[in-house]
């Protein structure tokens, strides 16, 4: 077999054989195949496409090119869940302790923060000595223990897509949907669990800008969960504006705590029973509503936020800093930005919004940069609210004031008004099974 000949074959719009598909996978991990062969026929795969089969073919290869996490120890349903990724997106921090509480078994692996979007790793570790790295047996021991353990991404998972992934960052061959597809469920493959829900992020923040092209990837990776014998849901949820009110690690943290005691943003709590009761059909059998019930009951009686406090203590962080956030450390200063008249805020950029807070310190542009994890943002208005004149809509915290210039001009960039009052924008927009 040669790699000439399957470049050949795409580019000319065929459809490839599962045998060439893990000719491409294994001999591109092996080095064996160039990196501009490699690009060619990615590049082939964005202007031809493939077939419901090739792709699943191919993101089955990518999954096994590594370690494939063994979960059979753990006792009971296995759960998972995956964002696409987006600004002030903390749902893992809340729904993953919601669906623990109720006896989901949830072995979580997370991602750290690149570019304008945030990463659970990191909020994690502005939590007090919160331990990110654990051995495979300290892993599985408390999700069998507690059923709740969330670390970053470790061992040698889905190594092809790492290759592929760098490769279609400098080569303009990111956004493609069984590009995108095969990627985000050969690390949920590798990853293990059983159950997946998939929250798929649409509008300005999102890597799918559209709610046609969002709901084009959902199926494609719900198709691909299927064949692959997981039960898979994708959720397609509102990413033109950031969720919840906080953008930036710690500032994060205390909002999906002040969200598990009843006291969160309206857009974010219904976000996290959405995913939460989404999670929860596939672990307890029951009917959506009745999980939706039981997700809202686990923020109402404490159970979920009892859980967040017992996978911090159980991970080395300081479970006190849960119970009273006050203790999270603050950023030496804050900056408020006002509205100039009255009127409504008309769009509001979510990608530039996280830009903003990556300036003031709250994120990476490249994975060598150092957080500073009491930066970030407070919303006090977003898209549709009316503002008057003189009214802070927002409160940029940094410790270096010097990044208050450039965040400043970021976030005001984001920022669109109208004298018309603005329509809300829906939440949730559609969930594919
Ligand atoms: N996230 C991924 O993991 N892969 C992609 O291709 C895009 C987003």
């Known amino acids: 077999m040669r790699i ?23 001999e591109s991990v092996g080095s064996k195949i160039k990196d501009y062969q490699i690009t060619a026929l990615l590049m082939a ?7 419901e089969r090739e792709t699943a073919t191919l993101t089955m290869e990518m999954a096994k090119s590594g370690d494939m996490v063994d979960l059979s120890e753990i006792e ?6 995956h964002s696409t990724g987006g600004v002030g997106d903390k749902t893992t921090l809340i729904v993953t302790p919601i669906v623990a509480s109720l006896g989901g078994k949830v072995a979580k692996m997370s991602g750290r923060g690149l570019g304008h979007t945030g990463g659970t790793v990191d909020k994690l570790e502005s939590i007090e000595g919160f331990r990110t790295t654990l051995s495979g047996d300290e892993f599985l021991n408390q999700v069998n223990k507690i059923g709740l353990c969330v670390v970053g991404q470790s061992g040698d ?44 992020k649409t509008g300005s923040g999102a890597f799918m800008k559209s709610v046609e092209e969002s709901e084009q990837l959902a199926e494609a990776m719900v198709k691909i969960g299927k064949a692959a014998g997981r039960d898979t ?11 919840g009110n906080a953008v930036g690690n710690s500032l994060e943290v205390i909002e999906a705590v002040e969200t598990l005691k009843g006291n969160g943003a309206e857009d974010l709590t219904t976000v996290c029973v959405e995913l939460a009761s989404n999670m929860l059909t596939l672990v307890t059998g029951r009917d959506k509503d009745a999980c939706t019930e039981l997700a ?24 006190e800093w849960i119970a009273d956030t006050a ?46 994890f009491s930066a970030g943002i407070i919303l006090q208005a977003k898209t549709g609210d009316k503002v008057i004149g003189g009214e802070t809509i927002a409160t940029l915290y940094a410790n270096d004031e010097s990044k208050f210039e450039s965040a400043v001009q970021k976030f005001n960039e984001a920022i669109e008004f109208s004298s018309e009052p603005v329509e809300k924008q829906k939440l949730i927009y559609s969930v594919i099974r």
């Open 157 to 200: 998972l889905a190594p092809a897509d790492k290759k592929f992934y760098a490769l279609r960052n400098d080569t303009a061959t990111v956004d493609c949907i069984p590009l995108i597809a095969s990627s985000i469920m050969s690390k949920k493959l590798a990853a293990g669990s059983k159950g997946i829900v998939l929250d798929v």
């Open 76 to 81: 009971g349903y296995t759960v998972d869940k």
């Open 4 to 26: 000439y000949d399957i470049i050949h074959k795409k580019r000319n719009g065929e459809e490839l054989t599962d045998e060439e598909i893990r000719f491409f996978v294994a």
């Open 327 to 372: 203790l999270f450390p603050k950023a030496k200063h804050k900056c408020e930005i006002k509205a100039e008249s009255d009127g409504y805020i008309e769009h509001m950029d979510a990608e530039k919004i996280g830009v903003a807070s990556l300036m003031l310190g709250a994120g990476r542009n490249t994975k060598e940069d150092e957080l500073d």
């Open 233 to 243: 849901v994708a959720v397609i949820t509102n990413m033109d504006i950031p969720l």
């Open 296 to 319: 809202k009951d686990a923020i109402a009686d404490g159970s979920a936020l009892e859980k967040l406090k017992e996978m911090v203590r159980e991970q080395g962080g300081n479970p």
């Open 45 to 51: 795969v964005c202007f031809n496409g493939m077939t």
